[in-house]
């Protein structure tokens, strides 16, 4: 996997973005390195929701399809600050695409758009041990080629056991 860290803003939060990629990486047993064409798109620009509405060419120009653009005007915050993040998948349910969008840099959005371009929804900080134990667990059931989230369950229970010691190093503080 392949991720990009682009904006005005971008700085601010490189070095956590990539202490957070390292981590989940190690987690999930995937290689992740900064590259192009990118898998995960970290946008961290102060104009980043107004260019998405009015100048949406901006984002075409970098690679996005217009379904894409599309697809995040839709669920950009209705105030147009804070943090938005999505995923495109394929027909196979691989996530092809991971997009994170925000005005300025902000620990929660970075470590819920890393969670989420792996596939794991991380609803709040609390959440975030049981977070990756469920990546680890997704991604030692994926390695053998277990893909059915009922077959996912019954790998879990048995294989995936050292995914279910507690993580005591934390990827959660502030950029």
Known sequence: MKYSVVGNRALEVNDHISES?????????VAVD???????AFMFDENIFLDLKHR???FISAGFTSAQVNFLKEHMPPS???????AFSNSGHDIVLAVVLA????ADCILQGAFNSFGIQLVNQAERVRAEQSLC?????RSVGVRKVSD??????????????PQHDSIAKEP
């Open 21 to 29: 990629m390292s981590r989940l990486s190690q987690l999930a047993g």
């Open 34 to 40: 900064r590259g192009s064409p990118a898998d995960i």
């Open 56 to 58: 949406p060419e901006k």
């Open 80 to 86: 147009g600050e804070g943090c938005a993040m999505t």
């Open 103 to 106: 005005q300025s840099p902000n």
């Open 137 to 141: 667990a997704l991604y030692s059931a």
């Open 152 to 165: 996912v369950s019954e790998f879990n229970g048995t294989a995936a056991a050292h995914c279910l010691r």
